[in-house]
């Protein structure tokens, strides 16, 4: 039986994850979704403690899973305790090379705080599969981040990481779109090929599966833990 650390994207907290545990759990397997610190001196750093800290909780060695910009972090817990980390999952996101922020793209803050923009701030592809209450309830929950969080940068130090295993879960982009970006030197594409073991797999909807297409993205989960290496497909 696996342990899964799920970490949530940026306006989201360990309820973004609420229809994705389910099914983990009737498998067999134990789930850890982080609410990560939200208060105005939060910092980036203070994040990535969180998560290394529910990987020095965890049961064994867990599957690390980060969404969006929660990958960054995952990955950069990774780097921090390589050696304890079973598997990284990143949905919707990547494994961000050192010295890069979470977001390369500003919103206003007020007070200290980002809040949650206006969804026409996202492409057509990243809100696939929301209908307009879906939308409606996502923006109920949101949490603002801290700008802070915002403003730092990823530092990363300890190479054997890439001999973690990663799976690379695409959803409003393909796998074909993300080996062309690496192929090409997207920056935060970059650490892919450091990696001894990558696999991609497509998830086709929006950018937010957890919401649109949750009881797949807890199959594709499921068939990770069990195949580490195996990539598929779930049109």
């Known amino acids: 039986m696996a342990h899964f650390i799920l970490i949530p994207g940026l306006w989201l907290d360990a309820g973004s994850w609420h229809e994705v545990t389910p ?12 609410t990560l610190p939200n208060d105005r001196e939060t910092t980036l750093q203070d994040w990535v403690d969180a998560v290394v800290l529910a990987i020095d909780s965890a049961p064994e060695p867990p599957v690390l899973v980060g969404h969006s910009a929660g990958c960054g972090l ?28 979470l977001l390369d793209q ?21 809100l696939a599969g929301l209908d307009d209450a879906a939308l409606d ?17 990823l530092h990363l130090s300890h190479p054997e990481r890439h ?22 030197g997207f920056p935060p594409t970059t650490e892919f090929p450091h990696f001894a073991d990558a696999s991609y797999i497509d998830l086709s909807t929006g950018h937010w599966p957890q919401f649109s297409r949750p009881e797949d993205a807890a199959k594709i989960l499921l068939r990770i833990n069990e195949q580490p290496t195996s990539a598929t497909t779930c049109n």
């Open 23 to 34: 099914p983990l759990v009737a498998a067999g397997h134990s789930t850890h979704s982080l």
């Open 74 to 101: 995952a990955y950069a817990a990774a780097d921090a305790r390589a050696d304890a980390v079973r598997h990284l999952v990143l949905i919707g996101g990547f494994p961000l090379p050192d010295g890069m922020p």
């Open 106 to 126: 500003q919103f206003p803050d007020a007070e200290g705080f980002v809040s949650l923009p206006d969804f026409s701030a996202f492409g057509p592809a990243d």
């Open 137 to 153: 309830q996502f923006r109920a929950n949101a949490v603002s981040v801290p700008a802070q969080v915002l403003a730092g940068t």
């Open 163 to 184: 001999y973690i295993p990663l799976t690379a879960v695409c959803t409003e982009y393909s796998t074909a779109d993300l080996t062309d970006w690496i192929k090409a």
